[in-house]
Nanobody, 119 residues
């Protein structure tokens, strides 16, 4: 079992930045592909970004490409999502998730952190 804990959510004005972090206390996730997802009430959870275990490969949803950056520090077991130039459409609960490299299914999820962007 891998416990994921997100932090860094909050209220920010449109155009501003916010940085989310995901930690796995007491557990290394260096062999996992880490991802960020987000969900708005009444809508499906959507993919935001992912990073492979070595950090050399990243993937982004088209809606955030160029504004968001995912990074990881396996030494400290953290994954970060730097979000710049936020807009109200980015308002959602953001979730950190993990999957094994050979699987397409994310099996470990955090509890989520709210991000609210005011116009």
């Amino acid at each position: 079992q891998v416990q994921l804990v997100e932090s860094g959510g909050g209220l920010v004005q449109a155009g501003g930045p916010l940085r989310l972090s995901c930690a796995a206390p007491g557990r290394t996730f260096s062999m996992f592909v880490m991802g960020w997802f987000r969900q708005v009430p009444g809508k499906e959870r959507e993919f935001v970004a992912s990073i492979n275990w070595g950090g050399g490969s990243t993937d982004y949803a088209s809606s955030v490409k160029g504004r968001f950056t995912i990074s990881r520090d396996d030494a400290s077991n953290t994954v970060n999502l730097q979000m710049n130039n936020l807009n109200p459409e980015d308002t959602a609960v953001y979730y950190c998730a993990a999957r094994l490299a050979f699987s397409s299914k994310y099996v470990y999820w955090g509890q989520g952190t709210q991000v609210t962007v005011s116009s």
